[in-house]
């Protein structure tokens, strides 16, 4: 689950890296830029996210064009709480955020 959660940063960067090459004044490369999906996937990432939050709002692409979709479930650490004070912080910076949680631990019982 943690490769597939930097799997998309990686994604979004290389996208992101090849706006770069865009001509035009600033005005105009951000009327050209299209509108991206940051998707956070996120179960007992209490330890990687501020990293990658971070990482996320370091971006040198304009927040209004970024449209955020955050879920994150069963967590037995502090990650659902983490995002919910983050997109909370940020919530006016990004084009849209969409938030869906499961709050409940599972537990998957082992047979022997």
Known sequence: FLFFFFFLLLLLLLLLSSSSELEGTLEEEEEELPTVVV???ARNAQHSLP????????LDYPAERIFIWCTTDHNVDNTTQMLQEW?????????????KSVEEP???SRRP
């Open 39 to 41: 998707a956070i996937l």
């Open 51 to 58: 990293h990658y939050l971070g990482a996320l709002e370091r």
């Open 87 to 99: 997109l909370g912080a940020v919530e006016n910076r990004y084009r849209s955020i969409v938030w």
């Open 106 to 108: 599972r537990y998957v």
